[in-house]
């Protein structure tokens, strides 16, 4: 059984610097608004790690682009993460293991396409099939006929899922292999989008610029500089951009996405830096947002990596959770924008939701005597020092990298036990780690998908699952997951996923850090702006003078 979950791989912050010619924000790309929905805001952005595909986006950058010019069957409330129907008029099902999807009459893609029950069945197959290496193909892996589509190995033995049929042009329906009553939450995902005809009959045009059924359209795209969407007139959802577009700004480093900011030069950064965050208020006031997220970062071990696999590992890999002085770096580095994580997944969840303050126990907790106890016991460190990678192209992970390293150092007495290993841009460290090049600890940093506990377990745990990038296998878990998936009865599942989770606490397969607040800043010329709970920017309620 596979998971759900796509690796909303949180970026932190972003990435790549402006281009000679696209610096300047919200003067130069204003487009002579006036606050009736014809101005155009500027905000910082980083160029996704892959062409923007549906099924082939698994990182908060291009998740933000697909965000803009999709809708599916369902949106998630940007307030609350409800999920709630948008494509979808009705998704029924009897026993949560064969549901009816029937669609809204009236949707079209923005080259006037008209989106159809074919345009999600089509989508969905594309996307499980092992033909197109998808990064997202797993999220498929619950209906009926992936096995065949998308093996474990050897080539494909079908081209579609047989789980899903088209009954007319409004209604298909999908079966499951197994029941999964969370499923309907998962669908506004963006790998569950609707794909044009048009994406088919010349993929390579759509990639050059993606036809979507969302409030915006592309207009241009420069890497490493800049892209510009523009708001779609013809859009008939009830979401309707509230301004004429947004010019989305390459930045190698945040400081300099926030230095824009305060000069005029850019409307909105949705990641304040770590070394602003003492001056944020003053600077910017109520146009200061910090506001909780779904967001947890972690550091996540190679297991692929016989020296953090052996019989030893588990009880080193713990004593250096009980190294890091959580508080004292949340505090300090963070201004308290940070919150010490004593479970893995968010408080977002709630307490229904699954999340459960100090499942994490005295492995969480900052015990000098016991992490150095620990190590010793589990053999000591690798080689006798530990390298934390991170992506450089944010001072911030440098910042809270050689904190966690300095505390752990501080605990061993040995000023040279732990060390940050900087990796130049967020695309080199991501390939680097699909490529199973890391040879230490290394930063994670999850963004919720969708507001359920098997988001925060499922893709990043389970034997196999695509953002599971440390290679970490536990029979007990998967079955425990496997288990809670099949439970109808939500409290139920989300108990049985919490025992999972307990097992990923008792092997410590990755050490909590702490939990991310949202966090943004705008410019004088924007109103009405707001992070959703994924952390991301209201893109289409933001309004500009």
Known sequence: ???????RWAAGAVAVALAATGCGGGSSDSGGGSGSGGGVLSSSWGDPQNPLEPANTNEVQGGKVLDMIFRGLVRYNPKTAKAENMIA??????DSQNFTIKLKDGWTFSNGEKVTARSFVDAWNYGASLKNNQKNAYFFGYIDGYDKVHPESGKQSADTLSGLKVVDDHTFTVKLNQKFSGFPVTLGYA???PLPQAFFTDHAAWLNKPVGDGPYTIESYTKGSQMQLKKWTGYKGPDAAQNGGVTLKVYTDNNTAYTDLMAGNLDLVDDIPASQLKNVKSDLGDRY???PAGIIQTLAFPF???DWNS?????????LSMAINRKQITETIFNNTRTPATDWTSPVLGSAGGYKSGLCGKACDYDPAEAKKLIKEGGGLPGGQVKISYNADTGSHRDWVNAVCNSINNVLGNGKACVGNPIGTFADFRNQIGQHKMTGPFRAGWQMDYPLIQDFLQPLYYTDASSNDGKWSNKQFDQLVDQANAETDLPKAVSTFQQAEGVVRDNMAAIPLW???GSAGYSQRLSNVALNPF???????????
């Open 1 to 7: 059984m596979r998971g759900i979950t796509h690796a």
């Open 89 to 94: 008029q009705s998704i029924d099902t009897k």
């Open 191 to 193: 790998a569950f989008a």
């Open 289 to 291: 947002i910090n506001t």
């Open 304 to 306: 692929y990596d016989k």
């Open 311 to 319: 019989s030893g590992a588990q009880k080193v890999r713990t004593g």
């Open 515 to 517: 939990y991310q607040n």
């Open 535 to 545: 952390s991301v920017p209201v893109y289409d309620e933001i309004k500009v003078s």
